[in-house]
């Protein structure tokens, strides 16, 4: 995890794990759980759940159970993996259980943000808890009525039995366990017990997202409600010089158009116009129709300035990271060495669904919807901004059509809340892909320089790796800090091999006014592509073979090689490769988890590089639902070939040129390569899962096209189109 | 503003809407079927998709005047109960993650087999790559494709 990262993205106070679980259930419906957890305040006063409270478990007096999901559903599947650390401990089996979707508020939910793929592994011991606990007290309730020790019971299916193999259902016992103290350490199943975490589930999602049942960010509709398209200043920090609203004013459902603004945390706000009408094609109609000029920057970046910026900057030392041994010396003394310098672009995130949000503010209290990867972060945004306490806000969470961390940025959620407030009506913000594309914030660019040499075995020696890039933390935070101390900006470079001489360092580049933020695996999508395509370049320089040399620097750490090796196993390293094909492989580290690919390439007809096959190995610790595990590394392939292959968001006097899907262009399924996944089994703690299978794969794919074509690919995105 | 009659999953409504507004927010916006999703606007990504007479539009693109007179079918009408075989295929393949594309690739993907019960990768290439899925279901989406065809992949 990242402990900087989330440093700022963690807003709750709660370290211990509450639990309340209730013993009525009232009708409620899906995003309208409220309702029913007014009743558990009768546990507020309860020690181990304090001041505030984790109303995750209700049970009825039929028994039916419900859980309710702390964390927001982005499509990584949180709806069933969170609610199954519970019900596992609970003794209920997660498919008769009923899920439903907690507010933003934690207060009663704990951490609910989703980002660093720590949804599982962040709440792993703390959700099992909440479960465990719940069945102690309903333990300790059937062994009140039968005399027993609780020790003596055990839970099943929804019930308690004693060692006459006599039961009580939970519905039964709920009651009487209501009334009891929480425990403050429950005791947690043995891993090899697990009866449910570990196996291939079914989401409960997914009949609702076949069936067009499921409601979205975007869906959500009150009484009332207008529509606001927004026109954002292009260039980020130029004003409004003139605007002509007429023509837009005429379009027939067009209501009003207000000059507001865009805020994103630091930065200074963005100058914006909305078009407010009674349904969205209006809205977007007259956002179309504005004359707005805008002030254009005396000096406008440019995706030329930028890189040469970052390469200027890379002539100096920047501030040291790591360092073992004595790199400068080795390196000087090597004779076998090898330098390279790579290119990594900015990326929009693109969600297929793009940012909206409804708001109602009515004096100082506000309900919101809204698509979010950050519901407590957005609630303390919100309180700040409309200067209200964090309880006047009704925060819901509908599903969220992607996330990628684009949504950890809640300036979609000011928007609505400053319309709303300043037009005294529900106001729905929509952004439309063109919105998306250009507007940010970006997942940054960097340039790479890496120095490596070898011994007189062809083993990796000495390796200095230096990131040239901005710094989200400064850019979001102002943490000035980040310039010189880089923290993740750094990841996933030391993580995983182990050279003695090895020195990495940070040199700061400023891209003000683009706006930045963490896109899928952060840092690690841009230096794991330099870091282990020069890893490879250094296996070539001793005319080694790639897999061999990582073997080599992997020597230490039995984990980790173990991954290696089932890799090399499954991906038929040994074997002799096709005539006219080309093989590559790359590993990484980070959020946890371990994770390579091994991918294949070959020449179609016309001469054009194809991508034929990807074999996956990733070491994840215990992995609570492998089915969905599978689909999010599946998720990881496809975006990262995307990001390899297709395109880069560049810039021109300070404007974004790309704006839709058809210059910003994402990978289709006749793109897609033959995948093959493998998960190594074991009974660590779980790593993460939404991220860690994406770095390695554009540097396996550089690698595989080298091992074809004997070209260096040290530039993503790649054309191989010609 | 002009009335308009439209038939949507069997069922009659009249709208009174501009004549250059797209079906798809006719659909979510008016009627409130929400099923068919916004994603691009220009015809790229196919989260829009709806049949129209049987044939797949992307209706963020097909003016409203263009449905009048037609059968409309949205993700809603597919099925009462999610037993549409797709549907079920792609239960069976669990292939939604973020599930925002979805509707549009069920419903294309139904067309498909009616057009070909047995459709070859190629085939499935063809009629899916009018689909974008961010979070990455494409091979997913060919598996429960072949099983709804009650072909083995
Ligand atoms: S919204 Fe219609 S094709 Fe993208
Ligand atoms: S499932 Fe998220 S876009 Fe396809």
């Given at each position: 995890?990242?402990?900087?990262?989330?440093k700022?993205?963690?807003?709750?106070?709660l370290?211990?794990a509450g639990?309340?679980?209730?013993?009525?259930?009232?009708?409620?419906?899906a995003?309208?759980?409220e309702?029913?957890i007014?009743l558990f305040r009768?546990?507020?006063?309860?020690?181990a759940?304090g001041?505030?409270?984790?109303?995750y478990i209700?049970?009825?007096?039929t028994?039916?159970?419900?859980?309710?999901?702390?964390?927001?559903?982005?499509?990584?599947?949180?709806?069933?993996?969170?609610?199954?650390l519970?019900?596992?401990?609970?003794?209920?089996?997660?498919?008769?259980?009923?899920?439903?979707q907690?507010?933003?508020?934690?207060?009663r939910?704990?951490?609910?943000?989703v980002?660093g793929?720590?949804?599982?592994?962040g709440?792993?011991v703390?959700?099992?808890?909440?479960g465990?606990a719940?069945?102690e007290?309903?333990?300790?309730?059937a062994?009140?009525?039968?005399?027993?020790?609780a020790g003596?019971?055990?839970?099943?299916?929804?019930?308690?039995?004693?060692?006459?193999?006599?039961?009580?259902?939970f519905?039964?016992?709920?009651e009487?366990?209501?009334?009891?103290?929480?425990p403050?350490?429950?005791?947690?199943?043995?891993?090899?017990?697990?009866?449910y975490?570990?196996?291939?589930q079914p989401?409960?999602?997914?009949?609702?997202k076949?069936?067009g049942s499921?409601?979205?960010?975007?869906?959500?509709?009150?009484?009332?409600m207008?529509?606001?398209?927004?026109?954002?200043?292009?260039?980020?920090?130029?004003?409004?010089?003139s605007?002509?609203?007429?023509a837009?004013?005429?379009v027939?459902?067009?209501?009003d158009?207000?000059?507001t603004?865009?805020?994103?945390?630091q930065?200074?706000?963005q100058?914006s116009?909305?078009?407010?009408?009674?349904?969205?094609?209006?809205?977007?109609?007259?956002?179309?129709?504005?004359?707005?000029e805008?002030e254009?920057?005396?000096?406008?970046m440019?995706?030329?300035?930028?890189?040469?910026?970052?390469?200027e900057?890379?002539k100096?030392?920047?501030a040291?990271?790591?360092s073992?041994g004595?790199?400068?010396?080795?390196?000087a003394?090597?004779?076998?060495?090898t330098?390279?310098?790579?290119e990594?672009?900015?990326?929009?995130?693109?969600?297929l669904e793009?940012?909206?949000c409804?708001?109602?503010?009515q004096?100082?209290?506000?309900?919101i919807?809204?698509p979010?990867?950050t519901?407590?972060?957005?609630?303390?945004h919100?309180a700040?901004?409309?200067?209200i306490p964090?309880?006047?806000i009704?925060y819901?969470?509908?599903?969220?059509?992607g996330?990628f961390g684009?949504r950890?940025?809640g300036?979609?959620v000011?928007?609505?809340?400053?319309?709303?407030?300043?037009?005294?009506?529900?106001v729905?913000?929509?952004?439309?892909?063109?919105?998306?594309?250009?507007q940010?914030?970006?997942?940054p660019?960097s340039?790479?320089?890496?120095k490596?040499a070898?011994?007189?075995?062809?083993?990796?020696?000495?390796?200095?790796?230096?990131v040239?890039?901005?710094?989200?933390?400064?850019?979001?935070?102002?943490?000035v800090?980040?310039k010189?101390k880089?923290g993740?900006?750094?990841e996933?470079?030391?993580?995983?091999y182990?050279?003695?001489?090895f020195e990495?360092?940070?040199?700061?580049a400023?891209?003000e006014?683009?706006?930045?933020?963490?896109?899928r695996?952060?840092y690690?999508?841009t230096?794991a592509?330099?870091?282990?395509?020069f890893i490879?370049?250094m296996?070539?320089?001793g005319?080694?073979d790639?897999?061999?040399?990582?073997?080599?620097l992997?020597r230490?750490?039995?984990r980790r090689l173990?991954?290696?090796?089932?890799l090399a196993e499954?991906?038929?390293?040994g074997q002799?490769?096709a005539?006219g094909?080309?093989?590559?492989?790359?590993?990484t580290?980070?959020?946890g988890?371990?994770?390579?690919h091994v991918?294949?390439?070959?020449k179609?007809?016309?001469?054009?590089?194809k991508?034929?096959?990807?074999?996956?190995?990733?070491?994840?610790g215990i992995?609570?639902?492998?089915?969905?595990?599978?689909a999010?590394?599946?998720g990881?392939i496809?975006?990262?070939?995307?990001?390899?292959?297709?395109?880069?968001?560049?810039?021109?006097?300070?404007?974004?040129?790309?704006?839709n899907?058809?210059?910003?262009?994402?990978?289709?399924i006749?793109e897609?390569?033959k995948?093959?996944?493998?998960?190594?089994?074991?009974?660590?703690?779980?790593?993460g899962?939404?991220?860690p299978?994406l770095?390695?794969?554009?540097p396996?794919l550089?690698?595989?096209i080298f091992?074809?074509?004997?070209?260096r690919l040290r530039?993503?995105?790649m054309?191989?189109t010609? | 503003?002009?009335?308009f009659k439209?038939?949507?999953?069997?069922?009659?409504y009249?709208?009174d809407?501009?004549e250059?507004?797209p079906?798809?927010w006719?659909?979510?916006?008016?009627?409130?079927?929400?099923?068919?999703?916004?994603?691009?606007?220009?015809?790229?990504?196919g989260?829009?998709t709806?049949?129209?007479?049987g044939?797949?539009?992307f209706?963020c693109?097909t003016?409203?005047?263009?449905?009048v007179g037609?059968k409309i079918?949205?993700?809603?009408?597919?099925?009462?109960?999610s037993?549409?075989p797709?549907?079920q295929a792609w239960?069976?393949?669990?292939v939604?993650?973020?599930?925002?594309?979805q509707?549009?690739?069920?419903?294309r993907?139904?067309?498909l087999?009616e057009?070909?019960p047995?459709?070859?990768?190629?085939?499935i290439?063809?009629?899916m790559?009018a689909?974008i899925?961010?979070?990455g279901?494409?091979?997913r989406?060919?598996?429960?494709?072949?099983?709804?065809?009650g072909?083995?992949?």
């Open positions: 995890m990242n402990i900087s990262r989330r700022f993205i963690q807003t709750s106070g370290a211990a639990l309340a679980i209730g013993y009525q259930f009232i009708a409620c419906t995003d309208e759980p309702g029913t007014q009768m546990n507020v006063d309860n020690e759940v001041a505030a409270l984790n109303p209700l049970i009825e007096k028994g039916a159970v419900t859980i309710f999901t702390p964390k927001p559903e982005i499509g990584t599947g949180t709806f069933q993996s969170l609610p199954l519970i019900a596992e401990e609970l003794g209920v089996n997660p498919t008769s259980i009923t899920v439903k907690s507010r933003g508020d934690n207060q939910f704990g951490d609910q943000d980002g793929s720590s949804a599982v592994s709440r792993w703390q959700l099992r808890q909440v465990a719940a069945r007290m309903l333990c300790t309730a062994a009140a009525r039968w005399g027993v020790a003596d019971c055990r839970v099943e299916n929804g019930q308690v039995f004693n060692q006459k193999n006599e039961s009580l259902s519905g039964d016992l709920v009487d366990a209501a009334k009891l103290p929480v403050k350490e429950p005791k947690l199943k043995d891993p090899k017990d697990f009866l975490i570990g196996k291939p989401r409960k999602d997914i009949e609702w076949v069936n499921a409601n979205f960010g975007i869906d959500m509709k009150v009484e009332g207008v529509y606001a398209v927004i026109e954002r200043s292009p260039n980020f920090s130029g004003k409004i010089k605007l002509d609203d007429t837009a004013r005429s027939k459902g067009v209501l158009v207000v000059r603004e865009r805020w994103l945390l930065r200074k706000p100058e116009v909305a078009v407010i009408a009674d349904n969205f094609w209006a809205a977007l109609k007259g956002k179309k129709a504005l004359q707005i805008w254009v920057p005396a000096e406008p440019s995706t030329e300035k930028i890189y040469n910026n970052f390469r900057l890379a100096g030392d920047g040291k990271d790591k073992k004595n790199f400068a010396k080795t390196f003394a090597a004779t076998v060495k330098e390279a310098e790579y990594l672009p900015f990326l929009a995130h693109s969600p793009p940012q909206n409804l708001a109602h503010v004096g100082d209290k506000v309900e919807w809204s979010s990867q519901p407590n972060w957005d609630v303390q919100v700040g901004f409309l200067k964090p309880e006047n009704t819901h969470v509908p599903f969220v059509g996330g684009r950890l940025i300036d979609y000011i928007e609505a809340c400053r319309l709303s407030k300043q037009l005294g009506k529900p729905k913000v929509m952004w439309t892909r063109e919105d998306d594309t250009t940010g914030p970006f997942r660019g340039v790479n320089q890496l490596g070898l011994d007189a075995d062809g083993h990796l020696l000495a390796l200095h790796h230096k040239v890039a901005p710094s989200i933390n400064y850019a979001l935070f102002n943490d800090e980040s010189t880089p993740y900006i750094m996933p470079i030391a993580d995983l182990d050279i003695p001489n990495t360092s940070y040199v700061f400023d891209v006014p683009m706006p930045i933020n963490w896109w695996s952060v690690s999508s230096n592509f330099a870091h282990e395509s490879d370049e296996a070539r320089a005319g080694q790639p897999f061999e040399f990582r073997r080599h992997l230490n750490d039995a173990k991954t290696l090796e089932m499954k991906s038929g390293w002799p490769k005539e094909t080309g093989r590559g492989v790359a590993i580290h980070c959020f988890s371990t994770a390579g991918v294949e390439v070959s179609n007809s016309k001469g054009k590089i991508v034929d096959r990807v074999v996956t190995v990733v070491d994840a992995i609570v639902n492998p089915d969905n595990y599978r999010q590394v599946e990881c496809v975006m990262a070939l995307t990001a390899a292959l297709k395109d880069a968001i560049t810039f021109e006097n300070g404007v974004a040129k790309q704006d899907f058809h210059n910003y262009r994402m990978l289709r006749d897609m390569p995948v093959e996944i493998h998960l190594m089994q074991n009974t660590e703690a779980p790593g899962a939404g991220e299978a770095p390695p794969l554009a396996a550089a690698n595989a091992d074809l074509t004997g070209e530039k993503l995105p054309d191989l010609t | 503003m002009s009335n439209l038939s949507i999953n069997g069922k009659s009249q709208v809407v501009e250059d507004m079906l798809l006719v659909v979510r916006d008016y009627i409130g079927l929400t099923g068919s999703k916004f994603g691009c606007g220009i015809m790229q990504c989260a829009c709806m049949h129209l007479n044939e797949p539009v209706s693109s003016p409203i005047t263009a449905a037609k079918t949205t993700i809603e009408g597919l099925s009462e109960d037993s549409h797709v549907q239960i069976a393949e669990q939604p993650q973020c599930g925002y594309c509707s549009g690739q069920i419903m993907a139904a067309w087999l057009q070909h047995k459709p070859t990768d190629g085939q290439d063809e009629a790559s689909h899925c961010r979070c279901t494409y091979d989406v060919r598996k429960a494709i072949h099983r709804a065809a072909v083995d992949s």
